[in-house]
């Protein structure tokens, strides 16, 4: 059991890492910082409840069962955290969030001031290392400990499906999915959790045995309602970064035939290769470089191989924003060509401005570069001649065999 224990705090715990990979911009972040020390509360209250912890703890400490107080002062503080990580995601006017900030620290505080003192004064000298809430079920002051904790969780939980049922209908999108994922982790948590715990509690004091409740029920529900929770916490807030890099990434990819034809004419330092190097740095880097290479290469625009390729392609059926590109990429492949050759710039060369260039972000560069690497099909010009897209240059039609 301890193992599994473990292994759901490594995973929990883990989850913190991905928020907090940049400390100082984390620590000036309410909202980051909540959930990261959610987060890790939530992990600490696994390693607590492990029973290879409460053992650890009682022979370190000397004191039978002094795993128990700990455990569910650390619930507590995981209770709290949670509320304090709503009120902050939650927002509104400064003053109003530290307000109910410090409340939910205050009552929460004075929980766990309260757990401490109940066993203290409770008569506990036998350890229980997995059913201490059903075995001192009865015992004074233990009983009163038990209830008051499982009373703070639940209270947290509560509010917490409350804020999420009400705030779900306000928003939509990644943050709606998040709240489901958290009311759905604290719903479970309320069900599988709490509800056996009281009904395992409750049996006691009725004098039947329904430990098995508590002790071998209770725990897996706990945890995969905790993983559920973290998750609806984080998916908001790395899922869109995680798919701005996966975008970037396939950017980064699709402007490689464009890449290609002007990396030899561009001045621009070079985009950075390196692997560990973030996708959307690299794809800044590209871009730069390519527009510094598509800047180098306009005195080359023959505006002859544009028209041409245009015309063919609108005859073919293609709609004037395809046949624009189209055109664009057959001149400016033709450019390319003409400048490492070393040539001349045409006579009817002049000012033009690229599609490409008239858009901000790389949408552009990308549909240009998609127009070099698959040039639209049937796009012939006047005579027969086949433009390619690629080579910008102008291929005659075979001549019929004849017999």
Known sequence: MSLVVYLAALVFGMTSVLLFRRPRTAMRNPLTLSTCVAIVLGALVFVCAAPATLSAVNELTG??????????????????????????????????VRRMV???????????????????????????????????????????MILLYLLGHSAAMLVMCAVCVKWGREVGGLLRTGLRLIMLGALLDVVGFQLTKYAAV???????????????????????????????????????????????????RRLDPLWTLVSSVSTAPKPPTAWWQPPQARLQWREVSIHD??????????????????????????????????????????????????????????????????????????????????PPAGTEAPGGAVPSAVTGTMTEPEEPHVA
């Open 63 to 96: 004191v039978p069962n002094f795993g128990a107080p700990l455990t569910y002062g650390m619930l507590s503080a995981y209770s709290c955290a949670v509320l304090v990580l709503l009120i902050n995601w939650r927002g509104g006017p400064r003053e109003l």
């Open 102 to 144: 410090l409340r939910s620290m205050a009552a929460y505080g004075l929980l766990v001031v309260a757990i401490v003192v109940l066993f203290a004064l409770a008569d506990a000298d036998t350890e229980r290392l997995t059913d201490l809430d059903t075995y001192y079920a009865g015992t004074p002051f233990m009983r009163e």
């Open 202 to 252: 409750v049996a006691r004091w009725s004098g039947h045995d329904l430990d098995f409740l508590s002790t071998t029920v209770a725990p897996p529900m706990a945890s995969l309602a905790a993983l559920l929770c973290s998750a609806g916490f984080l998916l908001p807030r790395l899922l869109p970064p995680v798919l701005a890099h996966w975008r970037g990434l396939g950017d980064y």
């Open 293 to 374: 290479g598509l800047l180098a290469l306009a005195p080359y625009f023959d505006h002859r191989v544009r028209e041409r390729v245009r015309d063919a392609a609108l005859r073919a059926g293609r709609t004037p924003h395809e046949a624009r590109l189209a055109a664009e990429a057959a001149m400016l492949a033709d450019a390319a060509r003409r400048a490492d050759a070393h040539e001349e710039p045409p006579e009817t060369s002049a000012t033009y401005r690229l599609h490409a260039t008239e858009v901000s972000g790389p949408s552009g560069l990308v549909e240009l570069a998609q127009a070099l690497h698959r």
